[in-house]
């Protein structure tokens, strides 16, 4: 888990942005905007701090995404 939470830590906005940005060039059709891009990171820092708060507290954490 501490890998995750450094691997996260490393992410910057700037870097962050590059990439969502450049969706549409990797076959993605849904909106692309500002807006898109300020709601996707204010959710990326806060999956960022409980990364890193579960592994600075040493627990475990089963993690699942889907669509």
Not at 11 to 39: K, M, N
């Amino acid at each position: 888990m501490p890998e995750i939470a450094d691997a996260l830590d490393g992410v910057s906005q700037p870097w962050f942005r590059s990439r969502y940005f450049g969706l549409a060039a990797h076959g993605y059709r849904g909106p692309v905007d500002e807006d898109g891009f300020d709601y996707t990171w204010h959710w990326f820092e806060l999956m960022r701090g409980f990364f890193r708060k579960t592994a600075d507290e040493g627990r475990p954490m089963i993690f699942t995404a889907d669509q």
